[in-house]
């Protein structure tokens, strides 16, 4: 038996009822960059069912019979984060949101500074391209490695590779993580980049160190024998909990090759990530170059689903949304869409309550013990 779960990350639909609540009121990805993308399109989503799933107050593109199983997901966990989506679709749904700071509070900073032997400049929310324009050249002087945060629960640490490499960046993070476990924050980030004023860049060494989830359907199949091979970023998330085996990769591209490679001996489930609509496209506000990472999944789609048999699932789905035409440089509080492929059904799954769904889902697919507090829509 065999499972692709395919997170599109960022890849929202709007519409989330809580929206106002986080400054959301009114965001929508996918509507977005439809509606601001002349003859956009996404043929082979769209007749999947992504026409169907989207904002009814947008147009419909498409709107033809869908051939897969559609619909949207509500997030139940307060907050709009990569951890928080990833762990709820997991199954484990989170009681009390991570914590966010504005400013990380001086006794954990200086207990990192402590331990790590280094001492940080900035410690305040940025985007992670411009606290490098701005305070890049000072840590070219002084060799200190930059803390910054975001809206989201994260501490990211930066460095250029050429005074603090990976490895000792990565020992930083490390630490960092253990002392940020007591205050609830969802990831540490190491951010190395390279260059010089006015021309640095962040590299593909990026590790994100994630507190250790509770348990999810990944350690129920896992302990069942089956495969769990986390492509991308998953592992990170999941803090290597319940992935039996593991693909990084650095682009989108990669993360198709890499799915594309798996697939076909594959016994368990495959939980991908693609990441460039988020980190490339999402943050940076970009709306062509998101609208173009969409066409080329798209295109690529047709491609994977020739190798997908009626007794295989596939779900496709995403973990918040991150509007490029929104204010500011977050993410953005939105339902996502739902398709799905099994069988030939073609069913309308409607607004599920909760992410987790897709652990149940998994649950029943592979025999395991119904997942607690959340819906299968495996029959439709």
């Known amino acids: 038996m065999r499972a692709l779960l395919l997170i599109l990350d960022s890849v929202g639909c709007g519409g989330a009822p809580d929206a106002a609540a986080y400054g959301d009121e009114g965001s929508d990805t996918l509507g977005h960059i439809y509606a601001n993308t002349p003859g956009f399109a996404l043929p082979n989503l769209e007749r999947l069912g992504l026409g169907a799933v989207m904002n009814a107050q947008r147009p419909t593109p498409n709107a033809q019979r869908p051939m897969a199983s559609f619909g949207r997901m509500r997030e139940r966990s307060a907050g709009k984060d990569t951890t928080t989506g990833h762990w709820e ?7 009390h949101p991570f914590t966010v700071f504005e400013k990380f509070p001086g006794s954990l900073v200086h207990a990192i500074e402590r331990e790590a032997g280094v001492e940080f400049i900035g410690n305040f929310p940025r985007s992670g391209t411009v606290v490098l324009d701005e305070l890049g050249p000072e840590h070219l002087r002084t060799g200190k490695p930059i803390l ?30 253990r002392l940020c476990d007591a205050a609830r924050i969802g990831r540490v980030i190491a951010r190395p980049f390279t260059g010089g004023p ?11 160190y994630a507190m250790l989830p509770p348990r999810t359907a990944l350690n129920a199949l896992a302990d069942s024998g089956r495969t769990v091979h986390g492509v991308g970023k998953i592992s990170d998330i999941f803090a290597g909990s319940g992935i039996t085996a593991s693909t990084p ?67 496709i789905t995403a973990d918040h949304g991150n509007d490029p035409t929104w204010r500011g440089t977050d993410h953005t509080r939105e339902e996502v869409p739902l398709l799905v492929l ?22 029943e697919f592979f025999a395991l013990p119904a997942w607690p507090g959340a819906e299968s829509f495996l029959h439709g």
């Open 89 to 95: 679709i997991a199954g484990a749904a989170l009681e």
């Open 198 to 208: 006015g021309a640095f860049a962040r590299t593909t060494g990026r590790h994100d």
């Open 342 to 363: 099994h069988g030939g059904k073609a069913d309308a799954l409607g607004t599920r309550e909760t992410f987790a769904d897709v652990a149940a889902t998994l649950a």
């Open 148 to 177: 910054y945060t975001s809206a989201d629960s994260v501490m990211q640490i930066a460095a250029h590779e050429s005074l603090i490499p990976l490895a000792r960046l990565y020992e930083i993070c490390k630490i960092a993580r």
């Open 249 to 315: 990769t650095t682009s989108n591209a990669e993360g198709m090759a890499a799915i594309a490679r798996e697939w076909p001996a594959l016994d368990g489930l495959l939980f991908a990530n693609l990441v460039d609509f988020d980190m490339l496209f999402g943050h940076r506000r970009n709306v062509a170059g998101y609208a173009n990472a969409l066409r080329e999944f798209d295109a690529w789609l047709p491609t994977f689903l020739a190798d997908v048999k009626p007794e295989d699932l596939v779900i």
